[in-house]
Structures are given as structure tokens and as C-alpha cells.
């Protein structure tokens, strides 16, 4: 029992151990892995490139230097009966390719043009020395190829597949012509184990670089394809959000649009808002000037009537200045409000400019109260831009005909709708400028000489306040120069407040 509680205690201090080994482990491989392959070039295809001629360099360096070691000890305990490699010779190649993978590891390419260079001036030296038939020269051409089109690319490695090709060729035809003198003992000895090893090496060499590069082609495909994601995932974010700034953009233009023809439609309409001012002033002060000289009379009849009068005229100026101020008004507020209080006010605005244009307004008032739940300035805009719209239709109709304004307002319970409807018999507007005439900046009104022109606002910013704000529509309902109205156009609002 002791000694299963004393396994149970140790388990965990061992995990954590071999834990701490694995880790160690690790940072010694990533470290070596840096310091001795990790190519430094910021270029995916060049460092994938430099990561494959370091391992080359380091691996053949490190080869050479045991070679090295190994013949410098043959030679110093043979001495005069040496017969191999000269050490020093040994010694200076070896630090030939040691000095080319430190150039390497800086970063300069150029290196693998040195490299395939020595590798094939050294595998062609054997083909002229034993002849080119000689299997580990063919193994090490195919070797130097298949590095080639690694390190530096395969049009490179197809250029250097047809100067061997052709140098086989050559060395071959001189071979059978017994112009050069090879060395063919090779063919009379026995395929041993030395030669085994030789070409299992060099087949091992060929597979280990070619899972090198496809693994490094296989992580940069993955870095693309991550980065070709996150690059649409961007663009995804990026429209969004463009679509949002559009909407917003366009949301306070339309706006700014509303408030300036607010202001615009005020100019137009304050001549007639003066004039329409100037009867209940005059008045106002002929009542005041009647009470001063009757004040010392005892007609207190008389008092009285002046005095109602001046009330009455007063009260008549308090509704233009409220009319005024709520064409003016900008501010955002929700509220019950009266349907027809609102069509009236609008209507006591465009006054003067129905009688300038010598138009009738007819406005059918509802039998009972209509309610609606909403912003009422927007409201009272929205009927001063379609009153005016119908004056000016008819204003710019030819002939002594009656000209009429007609406006209605219905209220359905069942489908939850205030319908307000404004009709007139002007001059109606073409099916062809049906679509066109709620867009901004366009105006049929600079068409006619008796129309004093439009900047083309009133209709857009009426189309964007029923349907952004109140979340109705409008349309025209009936064009044509035949219908006996020029042109209605039906607003359709939903209720709320049912």
C-alpha cells in the first residue's frame, strides 16, 4: 500500500520532469534550427530557396570537415607511406565550402551559382576520368540537377540537363574513339558494399531534398492560402463597413438636402408670408387706433367690438408666426399629433401663393379626429412640399380653365394606414419622368415659362422623410394629360398608435 502511494506521489513529479525535458528539447532545436538553416531573406520564394541550399552547405561542410579529420589522422600515423588525398588539400576544400555556407547564411545567393558550378566541374572531372558511363557519375548529375532546379529554378536546371546532356554526349564519342583515355578498372571489379553505400547515399541525399522542398512549398501554400482568408475575410469587413460609411454619408446628405430646401422654400414662400402679414397688421392697427379715440366715448359696444377684433386679428398673426416656425423648426421629436391641424397649417403657409396663382384649394377635413404618432414638423414638410408641387402644376397650365387642388385623407383601421392624397389638374407630369422625378436636383417646373423654376429638392427629400422616417411610401397614382387631374400623388403612412 505504501509503495503504491509512493508511485502515486512520484507520477506527476516525472511528467513534469520529462515535461521540462521536452521543452528544453525543443528550444535547443528551434535555437540550432535558427542559427544554423533559417534563411533571413523576407522574400517567401527566396528564403524557402536559402533554407535549402544552407541545409545543403551546412550538411556537405560538416561531411567534409570529418573527411578532413579523418585523413589528417591517416596521414600523421602513416607518414611517408601516405598514399591518398593530400591533408592540406583536403583542408582547403573543406574550408572552401565552409567559407561558401557563412556567405549563405549572410543572405547572398550567389552562392548556390558557386556551388552547382564546383559540384559539376568536380562530377565532370570523374566522367573524364573514368568514363561517363560510370554509374555514380549519372547518379551525381541527376543530383546536381535535381538542386538546381531547387536552389535557383528549373529553367536553370533544364539549361543545365542540356549542357550535361551534350558533355556526356562528347565525352562519350571521345571515349569510343579512343581520343580520351579513361579509366575503365571500375568495370572489371565487383558491385561491393563501398559502392552500395555510395549509391544509397546519393539516393538518400536526392529524397531527403526533395522532402525538404516540398515541405517548405506545402507551409508556404498554407501561409498563402491563411493569408488569401484573412485577405477576404478583409475585403468582407472592408464593404461592410463602406456600405455603412455609403449609408451614413448618404443618410446626412439627405439631411443636410431636407434643411436647406426647408430654407430655400421659406425664401420663396416670404414674399406672400409678408403680404398675408400685412392685412391682420393693418387691421390690427386700425382697431388699436379705433379704441384710442373712442376711449373717451361711452360706446362701450363700440370698445367692445375693436377689442374683439384686435383680438381676433392678433390671434390670426400668433398662427403665421407658428406656421413660420414650424416650417423652420429642426427639431427631432415624436409625437401624437392631428393630421388635419397639420394640412392646415401648411395650407395657411402657401396661402399667397395660391392666390398669385389664382388656384382653389379644396381640402376635405376628416369627420373625426385623426390621430397619428410621429415627428408632426416632418409631417407639416411633407405637405408643403406636395401643395406647392400641385400649385406650381397648375400654375403652369394654359387656358382659363378652374385650377383645383384636392386634398383628402383616409384612415384604414384594418390595414393600419393614414392615407393623405393631393390632386390637381395641372399640367401632369410625362410617363417618361414617372421614375425621375422623386431624384434629387431634377424639376419638371424649369420646363414652363410661368413657373418661377425648382432646384428639384421638394419631391426627393418628401420620398426620403415618408419612407425613412415614417416607414410609408408614396407614388403617383394617376399621369396622363387625359385624366381629369394632372397628377395625384398618394401617401401611404402606417399607424402606430393601433
Not at 528550444?27 to 544554423?36: D, K, N, P, S
Not at 558494399?193 to 506545402?218: C, F, G, H, K, P
Not at 401624437?336 to 376635405?364: D, G, H, N, Q
Request: neutral net charge; contains cysteine; glycine residues 6%.
Amino acid at each position: 500500500m505504501t509503495e503504491q502511494l509512493s508511485t502515486t506521489n512520484h507520477q506527476p513529479l516525472r511528467e513534469a520532469a520529462y515535461e521540462k525535458v521536452l521543452l528544453r528539447m525543443k528550444c535547443f532545436m528551434r535555437g540550432f534550427y535558427r542559427l544554423c538553416f533559417e534563411s533571413r531573406s523576407l522574400d517567401e520564394d527566396k528564403r524557402r530557396k536559402g533554407f535549402i541550399l544552407n541545409v545543403i552547405l551546412f550538411s556537405l561542410s560538416s561531411f567534409l570537415v570529418v573527411l578532413s579529420l579523418l585523413d589528417l589522422l591517416t596521414y600523421v600515423e602513416e607518414g611517408p607511406r601516405f598514399i591518398g588525398i593530400p591533408p592540406l588539400f583536403f583542408i582547403g576544400f573543406t574550408c572552401l565550402f565552409c567559407f561558401l555556407y557563412l556567405l549563405a547564411r549572410k543572405g547572398y545567393l550567389f552562392v548556390s551559382y558557386v556551388f552547382i558550378g564546383l559540384y559539376t566541374i568536380a562530377i565532370t572531372y570523374g566522367a573524364y576520368t573514368w568514363g561517363g558511363d560510370l554509374p555514380s557519375v549519372l547518379l551525381n548529375y541527376a543530383l546536381v540537377i535535381f538542386i538546381t532546379s531547387i536552389v535557383i529554378s528549373p529553367r536553370v536546371g533544364l539549361w543545365l540537363t542540356a549542357g550535361i546532356i551534350s558533355m556526356l554526349c562528347i565525352i562519350g564519342y571521345y571515349q569510343s574513339t579512343d581520343l580520351i583515355l579513361v579509366d575503365a578498372s571500375w568495370k572489371n571489379e565487383i558491385f561491393g558494399t563501398d559502392d552500395q553505400l555510395e549509391y544509397a547515399a546519393t539516393l538518400a541525399v536526392i529524397a531527403i531534398l526533395s522532402w525538404l522542398s516540398n515541405r517548405e512549398i506545402e507551409r508556404s501554400l498554407r501561409r498563402a492560402r491563411k493569408s488569401e482568408k484573412d485577405l477576404k475575410q478583409e475585403r468582407d469587413q472592408l464593404e461592410v463597413t463602406v456600405k455603412q460609411r455609403t449609408d451614413e454619408v448618404q443618410r446626412l446628405q439627405n439631411e443636410k438636402l431636407v434643411e436647406i430646401y426647408k430654407f430655400v422654400e421659406f425664401g420663396r414662400l416670404s414674399a406672400g408670408l409678408f403680404h398675408d402679414l400685412m392685412s391682420p397688421l393693418t387691421a390690427l392697427s386700425l382697431s388699436a387706433q379705433q379704441i384710442s379715440e373712442n376711449q373717451s366715448d361711452n360706446k362701450i359696444e363700440d370698445l367692445s367690438f375693436h377689442i374683439d377684433n384686435a383680438r381676433r386679428t392678433g390671434k390670426k398673426i400668433e398662427d403665421y408666426v407658428n406656421a413660420c416656425r414650424q416650417h423652420i423648426h429642426t427639431k427631432e421629436t415624436t409625437s401624437m399629433f392631428e393630421i388635419a391641424t397639420e394640412i392646415e397649417r401648411a395650407l395657411l403657409m402657401l396661402r399667397y401663393s395660391a392666390l398669385e396663382a389664382k388656384v382653389e384649394i379644396i381640402f376635405k377635413k376628416p369627420v373625426c379626429e385623426m390621430l397619428f404618432c410621429g415627428n408632426s414638423i416632418k409631417f407639416y414638410q411633407i405637405m408643403i412640399n406636395l401643395i406647392s408641387n400641385a400649385i406650381e402644376g397648375c400654375k403652369m397650365k394654359i387656358g382659363d380653365e378652374p385650377k383645383n387642388v384636392f386634398i383628402e385623407t383616409c384612415l384604414n383601421k384594418s390595414a393600419k394606414t393614414i392615407t393623405v392624397s393631393v390632386k390637381d389638374n395641372g399640367t401632369g407630369v410625362p410617363e417618361e419622368l414617372s421614375e425621375k422625378i422623386f431624384e434629387p436636383f431634377f424639376s419638371t417646373k424649369s420646363l414652363s415659362s410661368k413657373s418661377s423654376g425648382g432646384c428639384g429638392l421638394g419631391l426627393a427629400t418628401t420620398k426620403h422623410v415618408i419612407e425613412k422616417d415614417f416607414g410609408g411610401n408614396i407614388k403617383v397614382a394617376t399621369i396622363g394629360p387625359n385624366n381629369p387631374f394632372g397628377a395625384i400623388f398618394i401617401c401611404t403612412l402606417p399607424l402606430k398608435n393601433y
